[in-house]
């Protein structure tokens, strides 16, 4: 069974520009979840879905930030627009179920640069 | 969700045991300890959890104190490949699966 996919996986781009990040998670996964990870400030959860539902969005940076996730296989993460402290890794990750006792499996990432 | 603490770094040899401790003094009951790792460039690996006894899959073992205050996870022959950022999370069982990453332990496996 193929893992989190992610794409692209290396995107490079100018700031104000939008940049689109593409998750396709673990078939049969109802929870996916989205973190950013940087130099100073770690891996840090973003936001989280239950169902194609959001379920908490208080890490979203601000509002230049979205994400959607229209059905059970896909969801994206928006920037717009997009600018140079935007640049790091970001990871999403499925699990089955929405519970701390659920293992979360992430995907390779998305290596962001906003020149 | 309890806190925790680790040794930012520590050394190993290729083909010993590596013992990471973690403590997590604060641990409520209905917590779980988990353990992932990042190899360098990729996304964080799931290797194990448990909540009250100690638990052994076929990447490690994991060791939590009777008052669960601490735990170890034990990579019972590291290898090269093992080099990696261990992270000890703890989660409370009910929750909605957010996990908090700290710092973690660098862990270098040297030949």
């Known amino acids: 069974d193929a893992g989190v996919i992610q794409s692209p996986r290396h995107e490079v781009t100018e700031m104000g520009q939008e940049v689109t990040l593409r998750c396709k998670p673990i078939?049969?996964?109802?929870?996916l979840f989205w973190y950013r990870q940087t130099m100073m400030r770690g891996l840090e959860l973003l936001i989280y879905?239950?169902?194609?539902?959001?379920?908490?969005d208080s890490g979203m940076p601000e509002d230049r930030f979205s994400a959607k996730m229209p059905n059970a296989s896909f969801s994206t993460l928006k920037i717009q627009p997009s600018e140079p402290r935007d640049s790091a890794v970001y990871f999403c990750?499925?699990?089955?179920?929405?519970?701390?006792?659920?293992?979360?499996?992430f995907g390779p990432g998305t290596r962001l640069l906003v020149l | 969700d309890a806190k925790t603490t680790q040794p930012p770094s520590m050394d190993c040899a290729e083909g010993r045991a590596a013992n990471l401790p973690c403590n997590h003094s604060?641990?409520?009951?209905?917590?779980?300890v988990y353990w992932y790792r990042q190899i360098h460039s990729q996304g964080p690996q799931y290797i194990i959890h448990?909540?009250?006894n100690n638990e052994t899959n076929e990447m490690a073992s994991l060791i939590i104190t009777e008052d669960r205050k601490s735990s170890t996870l034990i990579l019972p022959h590291a290898t090269l490949r093992d080099t990696a950022v261990y992270y000890c999370?703890?989660?409370?069982?009910?929750?909605?699966?957010?996990?908090?990453f700290g710092a973690g332990t660098q862990v270098v496996v040297t030949p």
């Open positions: 990750a499925s699990s089955l179920r929405l519970a701390g006792s659920e293992t979360q499996y």
């Open positions: 078939s049969g996964h109802n929870s």
């Open positions: 879905f239950n169902n194609n539902v959001p379920i908490d």
């Open positions: 604060t641990i409520s009951g209905n917590e779980y």
């Open positions: 448990g909540l009250k």
């Open positions: 999370i703890v989660i409370l069982t009910d929750s909605w699966g957010k996990l908090q």
